[in-house]
């Protein structure tokens, strides 16, 4: 059967088509939704059996970590581990936004969403669609770039319905996300910190960022 499709407002998602999206992830199951960036496949990060589907829809190798989306710096701060000062600096730089810090994960956290390597790659998108699902879970999603390993990202609901449709059974649909570049992806370990994927934000702002915070509290 192919994906139902729903549409809803980006900027304004209806609170219904929210909980009737958040049921599904309730429910253990793996949905398409849009982000700041590009659609993302949602589910509970903590239930195995939604991660296993996750990487099997995907055709994801299984020795690469799932992304989560939160939505506030506290809820990630119960996701990562001995958070070094730096997490807090680019949080307060650049959350909302297309930021993702890899850090220590906490041991709460399921070690196949980190691929067995207990570090976790956290960002809060600037999405409220995304973000109202969070609330209404009570919980963080899954952020994984909706579409095939391998494939092109999909900023818009059809493109997501044509290379993964057959394999989810829901899609929000809230039209072009208007990203052409993913987050960039940044990893932290203590004071180090490297640029492991330039994408919206530059290696530049990241820098400057850290410099800036650094100058302020020295």
Known sequence: MPAELLKLSAGAPDSAAIQYAADYIKRGQVIGVPTDTFYGLAADPFNLSAVEEIYRVKGRPENRALPILVNSVAQAATLGRELPPS????????????????????HSLPLKVTANKGRVALRWPNSPVACAIIEQLGGPITGTSANISGYASCSNARELAKQLGDKLPLILDSGETGASVSSTIVTLDGDEWKIV???????????????????ATG
């Open 87 to 106: 997490f807090f600096k680019l949080a307060k730089s650049f959350w909302p936004g297309a930021l993702t810090i890899v850090v220590d994960a906490a």
């Open 197 to 215: 994927r330039e994408g919206q934000i530059s290696g530049e702002a990241i820098a400057k960022a850290l410099a800036d915070s650094h100058q």
